[in-house]
């Protein structure tokens, strides 16, 4: 990765010369600028939840996936033993 980039990782989303770095305040920016947030406060907090949701969701599932796709090796029947 490249040392001028935020955290030294991807992804990266530049707008105007700044960059914006992580994922989910990538798609948290997108939504906002087009619309997608939410009309009123609570709609873009229940929006950022379901984002939250989502994220928790694949904390949970990456040492499955890993398996599924060949990165590791585990249990695809009991998938919890993979944690």
Same mark, same amino acid.
């Given at each position: 990765?490249?040392?001028?980039? #935020? @955290? &030294?990782?991807?992804? /990266?989303?530049? $707008?105007?010369? %700044?960059?914006?770095?992580?994922?989910?305040? +990538?798609?948290?920016?997108?939504?906002?600028?087009?619309?997608?947030?939410?009309?009123? #406060? @609570? &709609?873009?907090?229940? /929006?950022?939840? $379901?984002?939250? %949701?989502?994220?928790?969701?694949?904390?949970? +599932?990456?040492?499955?996936?890993?398996?599924?796709?060949?990165?590791?090796?585990?249990?695809?029947?009991?998938?919890?033993?993979?944690?």
């Amino acid at each position: 990765m490249k040392p001028e980039m #935020p @955290f &030294e990782q991807l992804p /990266v989303l530049e $707008i105007d010369g %700044q960059q914006l770095a992580q994922s989910y305040a +990538i798609c948290r920016y997108l939504a906002r600028q087009f619309g997608y947030a939410g009309k009123t #406060p @609570f &709609e873009e907090a229940v /929006v950022d939840s $379901i984002a939250d %949701q989502i994220k928790d969701y694949m904390i949970e +599932i990456r040492p499955f996936i890993k398996v599924v796709w060949g990165f590791e090796e585990g249990d695809l029947v009991s998938p919890e033993k993979n944690s």
